[in-house]
């Protein structure tokens, strides 16, 4: 027992323990080797099938047998973990080029889970066999299984890169990994092209292989800076959309049917996510989505009507659910040293060849030690053709006719082993024959992989006539088909149009009361010349349901609001404090549409004001943003926005019903971004109500032309004053009896 303690500090052990489980999940479990693509667990799979003689042309075999040679024969783990291994790679929506041919029920689209491994059954497919074409060559090392009885395979000598074609996905400690799948013609030429030239760039790479190639199709952005970074680094994403095409459905209207969507997306959740957007109205564009898929996806999405833009609802859609993903790529692998590391797509097909050149060596070596043995065998039956008589008579007379044999024709014991194995009726003259040719024929063989073992050049053609078979095997011409994801470029949408596409605009009026009460109504009102339809009315607009409101107090303060978070529905109107925070005896004067780059004219009841622009009226704060420092004896009458055209000011005043008008020059008032002002005109007991600008012609600017506030029906007077010095224009000549019938103001 005391040879069993250790002293040491808890912590060390700690750390060397959790070294020890992390680099067992890199290595064992989380991480593909470079080499063959695979993780250890699918590795077994296939080697357990391939010692099971489950190839493309045997009959299939249930999973559960498979299963269980596997655990209990290499990879010690629990039964459904190892099923959930084989299932993937029997999955055609989930792996490129499939592994393992499956029949049965092994799941689908919808994220179903398979069917029982003792309902299902399996075999390899053509493109696993070509994985495991050399096994047999001794071109890869085999170690000992985990209870020390067997045998399994370090690595399997694969044809092509399988992490490249299927990809792979896995989480390690500290570490994780995520390769897509990619076309494997592509790739076979790039490797021979990385053959033929190593100094090749991967600018030149990425031409051949363009992006990934996954098992669903979809369409893939063709950002080339994006994926020069990915292939360059290692590390990036890829952005990946659905597939879809619109449907005429008559009189103007249509639908959209989605039959590709992005990889690894489950169909159902979509679907459910799509409905959500229904229900909770956070798509207004979308009516109606049903699925309507067989072994083919068909998702039908409809719009609220034929106005819609289908490709604006697909926009919303691409952001609002996985029609549209970012694919995220991590090259962590294992390479040759079974270290992990995050390479380049250079990277991995250099090591890969490297990988290549190793097993063509290995089987060249192998096939010339066979050939050397076979044709020492050959040699030895040779010597007995034309010496038949003299050995038979050894063979039948002496007591150890091995012995004899061996000291009289110097046959080594291969060759006297083999002699004395031969049957009788292989000594006919046709035999002979058969054993010269094939002799020559061996010598032959044996020239020709000498030349390739010690040539370079030779080797590299032996591997690009290698890929070349690849591609014709299993290229763009077979079964397995063209590339299936597509390449264009996405247009970029910012997110301010794709919520402003959610948005559904309507045209709204908005009225505002004397009572501090603001009513909103659907639809535009048309305004009469002598419009006075409500009582108390302050002022009235008609705008659009996403337009932003600025608002101003009689404390000289702004507000802004949108108008979409007005309530619509009472007669009476809501109060204006349910969304602005005002202080006591605090109200609101004047309103209108908030624009950006407006020149606006804020002035208070005793004449003060001066300019300020739109920008400084803005804020988010639900208090408000002070703007005019008013005094305690007057207050904020109104606003009134100049065109760039505009020239002279018009003060309206007012003192019971006298009313009058005076003119400035549009140049001696000042702008500022807050403060008190200047006195704008002589007030004396009068009250300044409006002010309205006019041009170098003296007409009458039309500002605001969607607002039309409402005051009594009497008449101005014909009175002319000035601000700070007489003006010299003729009131009389200023537009067509303006001052005589003026009832409409802030630019009517």
């Known amino acids: 027992m005391k040879d069993n303690i250790i002293k040491d500090e808890l912590k060390n052990q700690f750390a060397k323990k959790y070294l020890a489980y992390a680099l067992s999940t890199i290595t064992q479990r989380a991480l593909p080797d470079l080499r063959d693509g695979l993780k250890p667990v699918h590795r077994r799979l296939i080697y357990a099938m391939y010692l099971l003689n489950l190839s493309p042309k045997s009959q299939f075999k249930k999973s559960a047998r498979v299963v269980g040679d596997v655990i209990g024969k290499f990879h010690p783990h629990g039964d ?25 029920n092994f799941g689908n689209v919808d994220g179903d889970n398979p069917a029982a491994m003792r309902y299902t059954e399996t075999k390899l497919t053509e493109i696993s066999q070509s994985m495991l074409d050399d096994i047999d060559f001794e071109t890869v090392n085999f170690i000992k299984t985990y209870d020390g009885e067997l045998e399994e395979p370090e690595i399997l000598p694969s044809k092509f890169p399988n992490i490249l074609a299927n990809g792979s996905s896995g989480i390690a400690v500290g570490m994780a990994t995520s390769i897509p799948p990619h076309n494997l013609e592509e790739i076979c030429k790039a490797l021979i092209a990385l ?76 679907i459910e996510k799509i409905a959500s957007l229904i229900i909770n109205k956070q798509n207004k564009l979308l009516d109606h989505v049903s699925d309507e898929s067989d072994e083919k996806i068909r998702i039908v999405l409809r719009p609220k009507n034929r106005n819609v833009d289908p490709q604006v609802l697909l926009n919303s859609l691409y952001d609002q659910t996985e029609l549209k993903i970012k694919f995220f790529i991590n090259m962590n692998v294992l390479n040759s040293k079974r270290q992990p590391k995050i390479m380049s797509l250079k990277e991995v097909l250099q090591d890969f060849l490297k990988h290549r050149y190793v097993i063509l060596n290995k089987k060249i070596v192998f096939q010339l030690k066979k050939i050397k043995s076979r044709l020492e065998i050959l040699k030895g039956f040779l010597i007995v053709y034309s010496n038949l008589n003299k050995i038979i008579k050894i063979i ?32 006919k003259k046709i035999e002979e024959n058969e054993i010269k040719q ?20 030779l080797q590299k053609k032996e591997l690009n006539t290698e890929f070349e078979s690849i591609i014709l095997e299993f290229g763009n011409n077979s079964k397995f088909g063209n590339r299936k994801t597509s390449l264009e470029i996405f247009k970029e949408v910012s997110d301010e149009e794709i919520e402003s596409s959610l948005q559904v605009i309507d045209n709204v009026n908005i009225s505002l009361f004397n009572q501090s009460l603001i009513k909103a109504r659907k639809n535009h009102i048309k305004f009469e010349k002598n419009y006075t339809s409500e009582n108390n009315l302050i002022a009235t607009l008609n ?26 529905g009472s007669t009476k109107g809501y109060p204006i404090s349910s969304h602005l925070k005002l202080k006591e005896n605090e109200i609101i004067v004047d309103f209108f549409i908030y624009k950006e780059k407006l020149n606006i004219l804020i002035y208070t009841k005793n004449g003060y004001g001066f300019f300020i622009q739109s920008k400084d009226l803005h804020t988010l704060k639900k208090s408000g943003k002070k703007i005019f420092k008013v005094k305690s004896s007057d207050s904020l009458s109104g606003m009134s926005c100049a065109t760039e055209d505009s020239k002279f000011c018009v003060f309206l005043q007012e003192k019971n019903l006298e009313r009058k008008i005076l003119i400035s020059d549009l140049t001696e008032i000042p702008s500022q971004t807050k403060g008190s002002g200047i006195r704008l005109c002589k007030i004396n007991d009068f009250n300044l109500i409006n002010v309205i600008f006019a041009n170098s012609k003296y007409e009458i600017q039309n500002i605001f032309d969607e607002k039309f506030p409402i005051l009594s029906g009497k008449s101005y007077t014909n009175t002319i004053g000035s601000a700070g010095k007489p003006s010299k224009l003729d009131f009389l000549n200023l537009n067509r009896g303006f001052a005589n019938n003026l009832k409409v103001v802030h630019g009517k």
Do not use: W
Not at 401 to 422: G, H, T
Not at 443 to 449: A, F
């Open 80 to 104: 459904q973990s190892v099923y959930d291994a084989l299932v993937r790679l029997a999955q055609d929506f989930s792996t490129r080029y499939p592994l393992i041919l499956g029949q049965g």
């Open 195 to 270: 053959n033929n030239d190593p100094s090749i760039s991967i600018n030149e790479l990425i031409k051949i292989i363009p992006g990934p190639d996954f098992p669903t199709g979809g369409i893939l952005n063709n950002n080339k800076k994006e994926i020069l970074n990915a292939y360059k680094t290692g590390k990036g994403f890829f952005e990946l959309k659905a597939r879809h095409k619109i449907e005429d459905l008559g009189r103007g209207m249509y639908q959209i049917v989605i039959f590709e969507i992005p990889y690894q997306v489950n169909k159902s959740k979509l």
């Open 396 to 427: 039948r007379f002496s007591n150890d006719p091995k012995k004899e044999l061996i000291r009289k024709f110097r046959f080594s014991n291969i060759q006297v082993d083999a002699i004395l194995d031969m049957k009788l009726r292989n000594l």
């Open 438 to 457: 094939e002799f020559k024929n061996l010598e032959d063989e044996k020239r020709k992989l000498s030349k390739i073992f010690s040539s370079k050049i």
């Open 543 to 568: 705008c659009k349901s996403n337009d932003d409101l600025c608002f101003v107090s009689n404390f000289g303060k702004s507000f802004i609001l949108n108008a979409s978070k007005l309530k619509f």
